[in-house]
C-alpha cells in the first residue's frame, strides 16, 4: 500500500483531494455568502430561493456602511491602535527577545515561563480591574486605553517568536560585528534584526490580527462613538427594531481585507515563524 | 609593531573547565603562528582570548606593546575570519567588506577605494554586487578574508577557516591565504587540527594538548625533534612508530621485543643522556621514511616484520607490518582508525616502489638510526641530554 502512486483520473480525484475539497468549501462557504450579500440590495438580501449571486448587484451598502453609520471612524480606530500597539509590540519584544536569547543572565528559564503563563492568562478575568483603573486614570474612551493593554498582551508570544528566531542566528555574526566594531543596538538594527525578519514578521501578523479583532476590552473601555473599533461598531450598528445586514456585511468585508491581505502577502511566514526552532529547540 | 604576546594565559571557565593552562608564547610582526591541537586542547579558546570574545581568567596579553587585557575586540585592532564565515547575509559582498570601514564613519571614496582594492587581491571584483547565499565556499571564505584585510588591522586571527572547504578547494585556498599573508605581512594566528595545514603554512606551529603547550618550533625543526611523545606521534603523516624498547650498554643496542638493533655511535654522540637509560624502558620512535626495504646482503642496523597490508601509492609502497614489540599509543594525537592498528601492534613503513613485498611476506628493514627519536618512559619527554 505505501509509496503506491496514483494514476490518471485517481491522482486528481481520490480520497484526499476530494476531502479537502469538502473542508476548503465548508470554510470558503460563509466568506463567500458574505461577500456576496453585501453587494445585495435589501430586498434581495431574505429572498426565496436565495440568490447565490447579487442581481442586481448594489453597492448601496458600502456607502451607507461608512456614511449613515460611521464606518470611516471605526476603522481609523481599529487602525490606529493596531499599528501602534503592533509597533510597539515589535519593538519591545525584538529587544526582550535579543536578551532573552543571547545575554548571560540568571533567570531566563523563569522568565520565559512567567511569560508563557501571562499570555495564558484569560483576559475576562482582567477586564473588571483593567475598567477601574482606566476610569481613575482618566482612560476611558481613548486611543491609550486599547494600545496599552494590547500591547502587554501580545508582548509574551511575541517575544517567544522573536526569542526562537534569534536563538537560531549563529553567535559568530555578533562576534564578528564586535570585532567590526559595531556597539549592541548596531548590531541588532544592522545584524540581527535583517536576519530575524521572518521572525519579526510573523509576529507583526499576529499581534495585528490579534489587535484588529479584539472585542472584549474595546467594548468596555471605548463605547462612545468616536473612540470604537470596528469589532465593537459592527455589532452596533442596528437599533433593537432594524438590524442592517447589507451594511453589516459590508464593513465586516472591508474590516476583513486588510487582514486577508497581510495574512497573503506573509503566508510564508505565518507558518515558518511558527514551527522556527522547533528543531533546533 | 604589531607582536602578540601571551604570558602566563590561563582560561577557566563558570563551571571549572580549565582550558588553558599557562600558556607562554610570542608572535613576532609579520609571522604567521599556526596553532594546532586535536579537538578540545584549547587552541580556539587561547585565539578568542587574543580576540577579546572571551575573558582572560589570569595572566597576561599584549599586542604591540600594550596590555590589552581588558580591551573590547575593537580597540585591540584585529581581524578574525571564522569556520563558517560569518559573512552578513542581507548584504552584498561589498557591503559586507565594507561594514567595518562604515562603522568606523570612513569617507565614502576612501571606503570604495579601499573595498575595491581588497576584491582585486582577493580576486572577488565581479562579484562585489552578489549576495553571499550566491556564492561557492571558496568564494565566501575570500570575501570572509576579504573583511578581515580591508581594515588593515595588527592582528589577524582564523578560526580553522578552511575546515569547511573540500579537500581540492583546501589545498588551493591554503596557498591563497599564505599568499595573501605575506603581501600584507601582518602577524597572523591561525588555528586548526590539520596537521598539514599547520607544516605547510606556518612560520612557526604551536602544538596544544589539553589546554597546555607542548612545544613551539618551525615545522622542519617540529618534525625532526619533538620534544615529546604527543608531539611526536601528532606531527607527520603517517605517524611515527613508537615502541617500548630496552636500551643496552652504552646505547649500543636497542631491545624491540625479540630484536635487537644495533645503534650506531653517532646515535649517543648526538644524545649524550640515552647511554644513561641503558637497561632502563624507554619509547623508540621511528618515522616511516626511516624503515626502507633492507637490500640484500644487507649487514646493518634491522628490523624484520611480517607484512599485513601493502598500498601502492605508484611513488612508493606503503607497508603496514608487524613486530612482535609493544606499540605505544599517545593519548589524542592521532585519529580513531589509526589509534586502532596502533593498539594491534601496527606498524607503517615507506618502502620504495618496487620492493618485491606482498601480504604475508617477513620484510627486513634498513632501520636509519639517525633520527630515531627516544622517549623517557615515565615523562614521555624527549630523551636528548
Known amino acids: ?281 | 609593531m604589531a607582536t602578540v604576546s601571551m604570558e602566563k594565559l590561563n582560561k577557566v571557565y563558570e563551571n571549572g573547565f580549565h582550558a588553558v593552562k599557562d600558556m607562554d608564547l610570542d608572535i613576532q610582526d609579520g609571522e604567521f603562528m599556526v596553532l594546532v591541537g586535536p579537538s578540545g586542547c584549547g587552541k580556539t579558546t587561547a585565539l578568542r582570548m587574543v580576540a577579546g570574545l572571551e575573558d582572560i581568567t589570569s595572566g597576561e596579553l599584549r599586542i604591540g606593546d600594550k596590555r590589552v587585557n581588558e580591551e573590547t575586540p575593537k580597540e585591540r585592532d584585529i581581524a578574525m575570519v571564522f569556520q563558517n564565515y560569518a559573512l552578513y547575509p542581507h548584504m552584498t559582498v561589498r557591503e559586507n567588506i565594507g561594514f567595518a570601514l562604515k562603522l568606523r564613519k570612513t569617507p565614502k571614496d576612501q571606503l570604495t577605494a579601499k573595498v575595491n582594492e581588497a576584491a582585486e587581491i582577493l580576486g572577488l571584483t565581479d562579484w562585489l554586487d552578489r549576495k553571499p547565499g550566491q556564492l561557492s565556499g571558496g568564494q565566501r571564505q575570500r570575501v570572509a578574508m576579504g573583511r578581515a584585510i580591508v581594515r588593515q588591522p595588527s592582528v589577524f586571527l582564523m578560526d580553522e577557516p578552511l575546515s569547511n572547504l573540500d579537500a581540492k578547494l583546501r589545498v588551493q585556498m591554503r596557498a591563497e591565504v599564505a599568499r595573501i599573508q605575506r603581501h600584507m605581512a601582518v602577524s597572523t594566528i591561525y588555528v586548526t587540527h590539520d596537521q598539514v595545514e599547520a607544516m605547510t603554512m606556518g612560520d612557526r606551529v604551536t602544538v596544544m594538548r589539553s589546554g597546555v603547550l607542548q612545544q613551539v618550533d618551525t615545522p622542519q625543526h617540529l618534525y625532526d625533534n619533538p620534544d615529546n611523545l604527543f608531539v611526536a606521534a601528532f606531527i607527520g603523516s603517517p605517524a611515527m612508530n613508537l615502541y617500548d624498547g630496552v636500551i643496552g650498554e652504552g646505547a649500543r643496542s636497542l631491545k624491540l621485543g625479540s630484536q635487537v638493533v644495533n645503534l650506531p655511535d653517532s646515535v649517543a654522540l648526538k644524545r649524550p643522556a640515552l647511554p644513561g637509560y641503558a637497561g632502563k624502558d624507554v619509547v623508540a620512535g621511528l618515522r616511516p621514511e626511516h624503515l626502507p626495504a633492507a637490500p640484500p646482503n644487507y649487514d646493518g642496523p634491522k628490523l624484520v616484520g611480517d607484512a599485513n597490508l601493502v598500498e601502492a601509492l605508484g611513488s612508493e609502497l606503503v607497508v603496514h607490518f608487524t613486530i612482535d614489540a609493544n606499540r605505544v599509543l599517545a593519548e589524542g594525537a592521532v585519529d580513531k582508525d589509526e589509534a586502532a592498528a596502533v593498539l594491534h601492534g601496527e606498524g607503517v613503513a615507506r618502502v620504495a616502489a618496487k620492493t618485491p613485498v606482498k601480504p604475508g611476506d617477513k620484510l627486513t628493514f634498513a632501520v636509519d638510526c639517525e633520527d630515531m627519536q627516544f622517549f623517557d618512559k615515565d615523562t614521555g619527554l624527549a630523551i636528548r641530554g
Open chain 1, 1 to 281: 500500500m505505501k509509496g503506491r502512486k496514483r494514476h490518471g483520473w485517481r491522482r486528481v480525484i481520490n480520497g484526499v483531494t476530494i476531502s479537502t475539497f469538502v473542508i476548503v468549501v465548508l470554510l470558503a462557504a460563509p466568506l463567500y455568502w458574505l461577500i456576496v450579500s453585501s453587494f445585495k440590495t435589501p430586498e434581495a438580501m431574505g429572498v426565496s430561493p436565495p440568490q447565490y449571486f447579487p442581481s442586481p448587484v448594489s453597492g448601496a451598502n458600502y456607502s451607507d456602511a461608512f456614511k449613515q453609520y460611521d464606518f470611516g471612524i471605526y476603522f481609523r480606530n481599529s487602525l490606529i491602535v493596531s499599528l501602534v500597539a503592533t509597533a510597539l509590540v515589535l519593538i519591545f519584544g525584538t529587544l526582550a527577545g535579543y536578551a532573552l536569547a543571547r545575554t548571560p543572565m540568571r533567570g531566563k528559564f523563569t522568565t520565559m515561563v512567567t511569560l508563557l503563563m501571562i499570555s495564558l492568562f484569560p483576559a475576562i478575568a482582567l477586564i473588571a480591574p483593567l475598567y477601574l483603573l482606566m476610569r481613575q486614570v482618566g482612560w476611558l474612551n481613548s486611543y491609550q486605553a486599547l494600545i496599552i493593554p494590547y500591547t502587554a498582551f501580545n508582548l509574551p508570544f511575541s517575544i517567544w517568536i522573536l526569542r526562537n528566531y534569534m536563538l537560531g542566528i549563529p553567535k559568530e555574526m555578533e562576534e564578528t560585528g564586535r570585532i567590526d566594531g559595531a556597539s549592541p543596538l548596531r548590531t541588532i538594527w544592522s545584524i540581527i534584526l535583517p536576519m530575524a525578519l521572518p521572525g519579526v514578521f510573523t509576529a507583526a501578523i499576529f499581534c495585528f490580527t490579534a489587535c484588529w479583532t479584539e472585542f472584549l476590552m474595546a467594548l468596555t473601555f471605548n463605547d462612545v462613538n468616536t473612540y470604537k473599533t470596528i469589532p465593537v461598531g459592527i455589532a452596533t450598528f442596528g437599533t433593537p427594531t432594524l438590524t442592517p445586514y447589507g451594511e453589516i456585511f459590508a464593513a465586516s468585508v472591508v474590516a476583513v481585507v486588510p487582514i486577508g491581505i497581510l495574512v497573503f502577502i506573509f503566508r510564508k511566514f505565518v507558518v515558518s515563524g511558527l514551527t522556527s526552532g522547533a528543531v533546533k529547540g
